[in-house]
């Protein structure tokens, strides 16, 4: 791809971007949110039509209208959000658009035998155990995300592009992925790999192409590259990649919680969270981390057991009740229960914040505008205007917006669920000072993550659920890797 520009109602987005890869090699594509990364490759499949430049396959140029033609070109592209049939099996929605029909062909009757035994074999291809009857609804993300591979394999694609794959994938579903992503090179497949997760890509990436703003900085050899390099090249300058120190002090008991259970998630959960302390949760996916912070804001309350907040028993029943009780919620699922995606900016903003930007039920449009501009600065909201739609936001973008709008509300209590997936390095420095600053406000913080050092670097003191119960906890000075991996895995107990 060459001097490729691109712009949007006016913006211009990519000025003079370029890319190349080599067949069989794994690219890495970095940059900040918001640094056309996504677009680029839109660009690449016809999604977007570009301004101007140039792209060349084999030496030929080519053209695509859309992502279908790509596609025949062999160039497949898996979304940074997955876009799946849920009612539909995993064969259907592999073979959605591409049937294998019964001669003669003209009637359109699929050959419902040859599409089974050929999904069956593109499994075996991938070494991923996925039955093609399941309905897509029952697979985890991680396999969803093994259905558009094994999808974009019947399609013999010679390039596969993957925007941020294992944002949502446990560590044992991201080994799968990169087992599958050893193989697809050693056929000869390029594969094109987006993600903020720099140790992934010092991983398995051969090279790595930065981008800044829409531009080009600089294309390297993994191996003769660092990643405090390729921080710089990603924001010009050098950040300290290290988690900020944090000065509050744990104050008085703000929320406990005794035997909270609910059938078939989580069991017997008691535990306590301190004005100005950070409670960091870990566990494996699926322990029921999620299940357990919708039962504390009451989004989906718990069978029995209770709540105190400043030593006062509550009823939580629904998200109202959570809100009233100061409780915000950062949910993982931004798409889905974060942001209103056909909402602009101040909208999605001000939904939350009703009361304060309003006077006897009626919008006060100043008071709306000075709440929004302040919140969309202090999370360096990357957006044309406040008017932006949230849904044309980068992925980066979106969720600092689902922040802003929750840290708007002034609570007494976060919960912060995944709160950096999909965030650039700097973002998420910008959002553990953000944390920092509201512990020191008195605020407690329960942090939920994936990702194991994040937990380790922010927290005061760590729960560990095992299967839906508490594993027990370790205070954040003594954790290690080692010893919250063994209260999440139940080893303790054996
Ligand atoms: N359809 C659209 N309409 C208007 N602006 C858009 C559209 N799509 C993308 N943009 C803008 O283009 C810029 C680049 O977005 P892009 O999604 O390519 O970033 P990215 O590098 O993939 O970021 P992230 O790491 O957050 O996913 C952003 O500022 C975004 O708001
Ligand atoms: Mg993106």
């Given amino acids: 791809m060459k001097g490729i520009c691109k712009s949007f109602s006016g913006v211009p987005v990519l000025k003079d971007a370029c890319f190349s890869i080599s067949g069989g090699e794994v690219h890495a594509l970095m940059g900040e949110n918001g640094a056309g990364k996504s677009t680029l490759m839109k660009v690449l499949t016809g999604v977007h039509k570009r301004d101007a430049g140039e792209i060349l396959i084999d030496g030929s140029p080519v053209n695509f209208l859309r992502p279908k033609e790509a596609e025949a070109a062999g160039i497949s592209f898996i979304y940074q959000e997955l876009n799946t049939m849920n009612d539909l099996s995993v064969e259907e929605n592999m073979f959605m658009g591409r049937e294998i029909l019964k001669p003669p062909f003209g009637f359109g009757i699929t050959d419902k035998k040859?599409?089974?035994?050929?999904?069956?074999?593109?499994?075996?291809?991938?070494?991923?155990?996925?039955?093609?009857?399941?309905?897509?609804?029952?697979?985890?993300?991680?396999?969803?995300?093994m259905v558009e591979i094994a999808k974009s394999l019947l399609a013999d694609c010679k390039a596969l592009i993957m925007d941020e794959p294992t944002a949502a994938l446990s560590p044992a579903e991201t080994r799968t992925l990169f087992k599958v992503i050893e193989r697809l090179k050693a056929n000869g497949v390029s594969i094109i790999y987006i993600s903020h997760r720099m140790e992934e890509i010092f991983e398995i990436c051969d090279r790595i192409t930065v981008m800044r703003d829409g531009q080009y900085i600089d294309t390297k050899k993994i191996s003769e590259t660092s990643m405090a390099d390729v921080v710089r090249m990603m924001i010009g300058r050098d950040i300290d990649v290290r988690f900020p120190g944090r000065s509050a002090k744990a104050g008085a008991a703000l929320l406990e919680v005794k035997g909270l259970s609910k059938k078939g998630f989580f069991e017997d959960i008691s535990f306590s969270l301190c004005a100005g302390e950070v409670l960091g949760v870990a566990g494996l996916m699926g322990a029921g981390r999620t299940e357990i912070m919708h039962a504390l804001f009451g989004s989906a309350p718990a069978d029995s057991g209770s709540i105190f907040i400043n030593g006062r028993q509550v009823s939580i029943r629904t998200p109202e009740d959570g809100i009233k009780n100061g409780i915000a919620f950062i949910t993982e699922d931004r798409k889905l229960e974060g942001l209103i995606l056909d909402y602009a900016i101040d909208a999605n903003i001000a939904l939350n914040n009703l009361d304060r930007i309003s006077n006897h039920g009626v919008i006060n449009t100043a008071k709306e505008k000075v709440l929004v501009t302040e919140?969309?600065?202090?999370?360096?909201?990357?957006?044309?205007?406040?008017?932006?739609?949230?849904?044309?936001?980068?992925?980066g973008n979106q969720q600092k917006v689902v922040l802003a709008k929750w840290i708007c509300g002034n609570p007494r209590i976060l919960i912060l669920d995944e709160p950096t997936r999909g965030v650039d390095v700097g973002a998420k420095k910008e959002i553990y000072m953000i944390i920092n600053q509201l512990a020191e406000q008195g605020i407690g913080s329960i942090f939920i993550s994936s990702e194991l050092p994040e937990v380790l670097g922010m927290s005061d003191r760590i729960m560990a659920i095992h299967e839906g119960r508490i594993g027990g906890f370790i205070a954040g000075k003594e954790a290690t890797q080692e010893n919250v991996m063994t209260l999440c895995t139940g080893a303790a107990n054996d």
């Fill in 114 to 145: 040859a599409m089974a035994a050929k999904a069956k074999e593109t499994m075996a291809q991938l070494g991923v155990a996925i039955d093609p009857n399941t309905p897509m609804r029952f697979l985890s993300v991680g396999q969803q995300q």
């Fill in 375 to 395: 919140a969309i600065r202090r999370l360096l909201v990357k957006c044309s205007s406040a008017k932006q739609k949230t849904g044309e936001l980068s992925g």
